[in-house]
């Protein structure tokens, strides 16, 4: 590592690039909080490049401000999760500075480096590491440039909070922020690899976790008090100069194409400016959003058009989706052939032979959309050969190389600049509001803002698939389970294609189609016979993507119900029926700390089921590892069977994700992750007819209200220790959730559900047959 | 044809350029730059861009401006400012209620609305009182809590 002020000194001869002007500024902090993104950079003659900083660098990581203020740049970014917060504790903890002196940028793509998608729980995990070291090595540059300052050696100095001490000397002291002096730190750290396996600044010495101060502490959300105060710019608030807007006009059926557009009347409307069309992609651009809203609406965008001839845009009567009720058999048809083994021990199909007591059952799951609350919404300025975005998306270095592809635009020409979303929970429409923005920009050549109505959203976004799931299981006299077969048909949960490439004839200009390298089990039970494998990757329908926990939610559902299912067939109690078929260490240990915190007593489930037509109550247990974290959650829950309705009034959580950064943070998602997927777990369901989907509002696509919530979720942390690396927690407690609900409906009432959402009609019709 | 139109937002009259029969939503983020009331369904249906109308909660994507006539609308901008937050602010910053935080501007004045009818409301009365608001963070619990909060009965 060199350090020396030479470095530095060159630098100052370049001229000015973005970060330099805003780090002498001191105004970069500023600047990200202006409403708009016209701050004083963007009229900086001097910037050229909007290339991504070399991850080698000091400089692409961090830079200290005259002020001793200082700015950590990352690649990932925030979807309301609370991980700004959590990697700035990160930086704070390593580079002894004031947590609350510290900004972070995120994601924007000339700042910062790409460390891969946020997505998958694996921010903290795998960003967190990279961020760490990085930030341990800008410690230790400081330290060797107060040693130049002083004249004493690095080892005779210790940093505080931002300020470098001479030990013994009290009196000799200097702030990052003057050490620095404006400057850019050009110090080579030294990189290698990429995106989640980069490996930053290898010969960085970060400290002993046993030490931290800053990390483990429920610090306050950076990002909290200016979304509550109205002075935080969501990307739906930035606005550009000259910017108009778009609404785009989607076809009638998926697959339907554009016969004709009847453009009479859109001129009288006051602001509109043209009509987009580039073969099926059709939009509309006005001056207002009101005018381009107007305009669509008489092309045919309006909550329930009749027909493809509704408006006066008209469509091809195209009729290919499949039965929504036999979707199912699309799914096993889509996948036939592809079968990859999770695991194979013994033989399973040898042990169902001679086994009296076996159990069958098949669990089925439906395609559930992301539901923003807010729908996707980006700005695109595409002048020529370069372009400018703007977007809120998970995965903005990924964004800016589809759209090089897509606009045939050199990447070094693009830039994405990342401003936060509504909270999208995976993969939704912000990648594709880009690629209309961009199209509308390139026709009318000027930046355009689209941000998709609410039907756009929810008939368009792309989709968590429909899952069927058989099961097969067999108890000995025992009653241990002595096999165990698990086969799961999941359509493509990664399938990056862009609407707007293929809707312009382009449909394969960028994406992939696949799960991602995402696993969608963790199967951990010990069973001496075992067949569980995946049929996958097949694209059923709809457009899907990845939603929180992608499929893994849902296998989660089949595997730990169907536990409970031979658990009950067995006559033995859930809890212990799990664990005397488990080694896990750390999911024994979450299942015990669960049941400890609630109270458990062991008794088989269902056998207390209440028949008698009062409201009857039963309780639920399921546990999951998800991506090396672990989870166990259990709930109480009161079945009416006049209305069928559920009601879950306490939710209990054990959960290991290792060494928790902030704990209050935790405690938020596992909150969010418990009430959205009881959401996912009781009402929601995508419906579709042979055309389109029709649950395009609120009213058709029902999402868990406060009447709806418990009353109390109860959290445990399990192995929040030093010695452990910290893991995922953005999705795991996700995953249990659909199985704790069935298994509590069993033990209330003696009725299993294997297919959801667990709406009252469903509940009450089964508990009729 | 657009018209010039008179609105007092947060306590001082403006006139925007707007149709009249344009929604108000529209008028008060992109001619008065506000950034509280959002834009969620254009349905009435999610409470995202709810505002204050003389003091009630109403939902800004479905009122057309030519409704609002002298009416005083007020938004999250209006309620408090980073020196000095409305208690119902201090509340969510101190309970951490919010995720994503889109929610959260129909979550406030829906509450804020609520309390000025409802001082000491139970925790079901607020249930009640915010359940045409969607959440999909779910931060439900921290939102109650912090309604709770504000209303000085922290305890259910
Ligand atoms: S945006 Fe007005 S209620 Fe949803
Ligand atoms: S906090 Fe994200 S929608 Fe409520």
Redesign the pocket.
């Known amino acids: 590592m060199t350090t020396s002020f030479n470095d530095m000194r060159s630098a100052t001869d370049l001229a000015l690039s973005r970060r330099r002007f805003l780090q002498a500024s001191g105004g970069l902090v500023v600047a990200f909080r202006l409403f708009g993104p016209q701050p004083a950079w963007a009229k900086d003659a001097a910037r050229t490049s909007v290339a991504s900083p070399p991850a080698g660098k000091l400089y692409a990581w961090l830079a200290v401000h005259p002020d001793n203020t200082a700015t950590l740049f990352t690649g990932k970014v925030e979807t ?1 999760t609370g991980v700004q917060t959590a990697l700035a504790q990160i930086a704070a903890e390593e580079l002894d500075f004031p947590f609350d002196r510290l900004d972070v940028v995120m994601g924007t793509t000339s700042e910062t480096v790409d460390q891969g998608p946020s997505y998958g729980s694996m921010t903290v995990r795998y960003a967190g590491p990279q961020i760490r070291n990085a930030a341990a090595a800008g410690r230790a540059a400081l330290l060797n440039l107060a040693s130049e300052h002083f004249k004493v050696s690095p080892n005779q100095l210790t940093a505080k909070e931002g300020t470098i001490v001479v030990l013994g000397s009290p009196g000799r002291t200097i702030t990052y922020g003057k050490l620095v002096d404006g400057k850019r730190l050009e110090m080579e750290i030294g990189a290698s690899g990429e995106r989640f396996a980069m490996k930053v600044a290898p010969n960085a010495h970060p400290k002993d976790p046993s030490t931290y101060t800053i990390i483990g502490k429920p610090l306050p959300r950076k990002d909290i008090p200016g979304k509550i105060l109205a002075t935080f710019s969501y990307v739906q608030d930035v606005r550009v100069d000259g910017m108009l807007h778009g609404r785009v006009v989607r076809p009638y059926g998926v697959g339907a194409t554009l016969q004709s557009v009847d453009e009479t009347g859109l001129k009288s409307i006051p602001g509109f400016v043209q009509v987009v069309r580039r073969d099926n992609f059709l939009g509309v651009v006005a001056e207002t959003e009101w005018a381009a809203i107007q305009a669509a609406a008489k092309l045919g965008s309006t909550l329930h058009p009749s027909g493809p001839d509704a408006g006066q845009a008209k469509w091809s009567n195209w009729n290919g989706l499949p039965k929504m009720d036999q979707i199912w058999d699309t799914v096993r048809e889509t996948a036939e052939g592809r079968n990859i083994s999770v695991a194979s021990k013994g033989s399973a199909a040898l042990a169902f032979g001679y086994t009296k007591r076996t159990l069958k059952a098949t669990y089925k799951t439906p395609f559930q959309m992301h539901g923003s ?1 807010g729908p996707s919404c980006a700005i695109a300025d595409v002048k020529g050969d370069h372009a400018t975005l703007w977007s809120g998306t998970q995965m903005p270095h990924e964004a800016r190389r589809d759209m090089a592809k897509l606009l045939d635009i050199p990447l070094d020409n693009i830039e994405l600049r990342w401003f936060e979303a ?2 999208a929970y995976g993969r939704n429409g912000l990648e594709h509001a880009i690629a209309d923005a961009a199209i509308m920009s390139q026709a009318v050549k000027r930046p355009v803002r689209v941000q998709w109505m609410r039907w756009d959203e929810h008939g368009w976004e792309p989709k968590g698939p429909p899952i069927v799931q058989d099961l097969r299981g067999a108890v000995d006299a025992d009653g241990r389970v002595i096999a165990w077969q698990h086969h799961m048909w999941i359509p493509t949960i990664s399938d990056t294609h862009l609407i707007a490439a293929a809707l312009t004839g382009n449909p394969n200009a960028t994406g992939e189609t696949g799960t991602g390298g995402v696993p969608v089990i963790t199967y951990a039970y010990t069973f001496e016979n075992a067949d569980v494998a995946v049929h996958d990757e097949g694209r059923v329908a709809l457009l899907t993507a990845w939603l929180r926990s992608p499929a893994q939610f849902e296998t989660t559902f089949a595997m730990e119900s169907f536990i409970d299912e031979l658990a009950a067939a067995a006559g033995k109690d859930p809890l212990a029926f799990r664990l005397a078929h488990l080694e896990d260490a750390r999911a024994i240990a979450v299942l015990k700390a669960a049941a400890e915190a609630y109270g458990w007593e062991e008794r088989p489930a269902g056998a207390k089921a209440d028949r008698s037509g009062k409201p009857a109550h039963g309780r639920g247990i399921a546990w999951v590892n998800r991506d090396d974290s672990r989870v166990a959650t259990i709930a109480d829950i009161t079945v009416d069977p006049g209305s069928g309705r559920i009601k879950v009034s306490r939710v209990v959580v054990a959960h290991d994700c290792g060494l928790v950064v902030n704990p209050d943070g935790l405690k938020n998602q596992i909150e969010g992750n418990i009430i959205q997927s009881l959401s996912r777990t009781l009402l929601e369901e995508v419906t579709f007819d042979s055309a389109r989907v029709t649950s395009l509002d609120w009213q058709g696509y029902p999402i868990l209200r406060f009447e709806d919530i418990p009353d109390s979720i109860e959290i445990v942390l399990v192995n929040n220790r030093p010695e452990y690396p910290s893991y995922g927690a953005g999705e795991p407690s996700t995953n249990p959730t659909a199985a704790v609900i069935s298994n509590a409906i069993f033990d209330a009432v003696g009725v299993r559900l294997r297919q959801t959402p667990f709406r009252p009609e469903r509940v009450k019709a089964a508990m009729s047959s | 044809m657009p018209s010039k139109i008179s609105l007092n937002v947060n306590g001082a009259d403006h006139a925007v350029e707007v149709e009249p029969d344009s929604m108000l939503l529209y008028a008060l983020r992109d001619n008065l730059s506000l950034r509280g009331p959002k834009f969620g369904c254009g349905l009435a249906q999610c409470g995202a861009c709810t505002v204050l109308l003389d003091g009630n909660a109403i939902r800004s994507c479905v009122t057309p401006v030519s409704a609002v006539g002298n009416s005083k609308v007020v938004t999250l901008e209006g309620l408090g400012t980073p020196e000095e937050p409305h208690p119902l602010q201090q509340a969510f910053i101190a309970e951490q209620a ?7 501007n129909g ?1 406030i004045m829906a509450a804020k609305a609520f309390l000025d009818q409802h001082p000491h409301p139970s925790r079901d009365e607020i249930k009640q009182a915010l359940n045409d608001n ?4 779910g ?1 439900h619990m921290r939102i109650v809590r912090a309604v709770q909060r504000a209303a000085g009965s922290s305890k259910p």
Do not use: D, E, F
């Not at chain 2, 919010?98 to 959260?104: L, P, S, T, V």
């Not at chain 2, 969607?134 to 963070?137: G, P, T």
């Open positions: 309301g609350i509504s909270g | 919010a995720q994503c935080g889109y929610c959260i979550m969607l959440c999909r963070c931060t």
